[in-house]
T-cell receptor, first 113, second 111 residues
Framework: SQQGEEDPQALSIQEGENATMNCSYK?????LQWYRQNSGRGLVHLIL?????REKHSGRLRVTLDTSKKSSSLLITASRAADTASYFC?????????????FGAGTRLTVKP | EAQVTQNPRYLITVTGKKLTVTCSQN?????MSWYRQDPGLGLRQIYY???????DKGDVPEGYKVSRKEKRNFPLILESPSPNQTSLYFC??????????FGSGTRLTVV
């Protein structure tokens, strides 16, 4: 079964605005990962956040994790047209530390120039 | 260059004709997985391997087989393909506790 569920399913913003995507999951995790996919291509790993971390940054990306609410958010600041893509969260769905990652259905982000 | 290589990229086949999609990684990763991606359903895991000779079913294993005889290779076998296996397939690999590196995908059409 899918472990992570992203929200919203689709998001459309103007270039320069911030984009926030959310992910909820059901069982305990060891780590949560965010990926980007450009249309029909392979997924690209963005950030990994471990269960004992609350926030992580990478360039214009900021990820937060709230294990009490079983949720995570991905913030893209000062978005660019090139950020247009689908974004997926993934969790190690069985709760074991074995990197068996399960993905949600994704958020489709459109950044208008 | 560190990468996951899938072949073929595109394949059209007929119902019942056995096929194999190959996957190879050059990063000495222990973990490898196969996913299928269908519109509106995201990525669903087919099979998963923690290391050589260790494989486990994912969420949608029916109609698929895998093997992990060498660390670098993780082929996906469809013994008797059916139209409902028409999909975009991805192979991915990782070290324990690390992010996955994905292949470029195989678009399979079964007619």
């Amino acid at each position: 079964s899918q472990q992570g569920e992203e929200d919203p399913q689709a998001l459309s913003i103007q270039e320069g605005e911030n984009a926030t995507m959310n992910c909820s999951y059901k069982t305990s995790i060891n780590n949560l990962q965010w990926y980007r996919q450009n249309s029909g291509r392979g997924l690209v790993h963005l950030i990994l956040i471990r269960s004992n971390e609350r926030e992580k940054h990478s360039g214009r990306l900021r990820v937060t994790l709230d294990t009490s609410k079983k949720s995570s958010s991905l913030l893209i600041t000062a978005s660019r047209a090139a950020d247009t893509a689908s974004y997926f969260c993934a969790t190690d769905g069985r709760g074991w530390n074995n990197n068996d990652m399960r993905f949600g259905a994704g958020t489709r982000l459109t950044v208008k120039p | 260059e560190a990468q996951v290589t899938q072949n073929p990229r595109y394949l059209i086949t007929v119902t019942g004709k056995k096929l194999t999609v190959t996957c190879s990684q050059n990063m000495n990763h222990e973990y490898m997985s196969w996913y299928r991606q269908d519109p509106g359903l995201g990525l669903r895991q087919i099979y998963y391997s923690m290391n050589v000779e260790v494989t486990d079913k994912g969420d949608v294993p029916e109609g698929y087989k895998v093997s992990r005889k060498e660390k670098r290779n993780f082929p996906l076998i469809l013994e008797s393909p059916s139209p409902n296996q028409t999909s975009l397939y991805f192979c991915a690999s990782s070290h324990k506790g690390g992010g996955y590196t994905f292949g470029s995908g195989t678009r399979l059409t079964v007619v």
